[in-house]
């Protein structure tokens, strides 16, 4: 008797916590599969084709009606496309030791060989990547998809976007997330602010396209010190959670990252990418900031 009363009272118990959590236990659920992961409800991520998208299709992919270019006809006023949300990871960083590699300004002449240092040991990274650097070197962008890696959206033409206007910064973002949707890449859920430098305005501006400000815990000063041993020490100095900060654009980088990987390897850091460190939820964090996985504002 007693136990079927406590049985019944469980059963309600649970029913009341689940009508109380509402959708977040609708989100947390097991996703089976990246494409329905991506349609889970939110308010902001419903699909809204615009009369200017000739496609019926949801994916822009081919048929953009913006070019590359930044265009004063770019329609800035109708809402902007949401990133989808990226496919669940086998690593779970509240067990693991975790630590992400990132790499701003390219795709630059020696990003390929990064690619190649990292696909010997393994190891998936975040790039942050420049929007009028992309047309060059597009094969690369590809590759770094291809492989494994992270895209993110690090501006057009590295500009401080805490200076610019509502409509510099939309221009800014929109031009380089168009970019990569023009070469099939699915548009970023990330965008590194060039320097570190937003603004509430910057941070709405990521809101409103479904995107997470990623910044840094720890920088290497990669560009500063172009020098192998500096660079791997302060790399080294990384603790669980970190977000590293360098730059695929420096030779000097590209040939630290062997002694990097082993060091941290060695430190028991599992290297993972910022959605990975993110964890399941990425959607919760949409418009902050994220400086490590600990540290999310
Ligand atoms: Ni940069």
Redesign the pocket.
């Known amino acids: 008797m007693k136990a079927r009363r406590f049985a019944k009272l469980g059963l309600a118990a649970w029913i009341g916590a689940l009508a109380l959590t509402g959708c977040t236990a609708a989100v947390s659920s097991p996703a089976p599969s990246p494409s329905t992961s991506a349609s889970a409800p939110s308010p902001t991520r419903t699909p809204t084709p615009t009369a200017t998208s000739p496609s019926p299709s949801q994916k822009p992919t081919t048929a953009e009606p913006t070019t590359i270019e930044p265009s004063t006809t770019a329609p800035t006023t109708t809402a902007p496309p949401v990133a989808p949300l990226p496919p669940a990871s086998s690593v779970d960083c509240t067990v693991e030791q975790c630590v992400a590699l990132t790499f701003?300004?390219g795709p630059g002449p020696y990003t390929d060989k990064l690619l190649d240092e990292l696909a010997t040991r393994d190891v998936h990274a975040t790039f942050?990547v420049v929007g009028k650097n992309i047309e060059a070197r597009g094969k690369t962008v590809k590759r770094e998809i291809a492989e494994g890696h992270v895209v993110g959206n690090?501006s057009w033409d590295?500009a401080d976007l805490s200076k610019l206007s509502w409509q510099g910064v939309a221009q800014e973002i929109d031009s380089t997330n168009t970019a990569l949707t023009n070469l099939g890449l699915p548009l970023p859920l990330l965008v590194r602010p060039?320097?570190g430098a937003q603004n509430p305005e910057v941070m709405a501006a990521l809101k409103a396209r479904g995107q997470i400000g990623t910044f840094w815990s720890i920088d290497t000063e990669d560009w500063k010190n172009r020098d192998v041993a500096q660079t791997t020490a302060r790399a080294l100095q990384a603790r669980r959670g970190s977000i590293l900060l360098m730059?695929d654009i420096q030779p000097t980088t590209v040939d630290a990252i062997p002694g990097i990987i082993d060091g941290l390897r060695q430190k028991g850091f599992t290297l993972v990418t910022v959605p990975e460190l993110i964890g399941p939820h990425p959607e919760t964090i949409i418009g902050m900031q994220m400086y490590s996985q600990y540290n999310v504002r």
């Open positions: 701003d300004d942050f690090h590295h060039p320097y730059h």
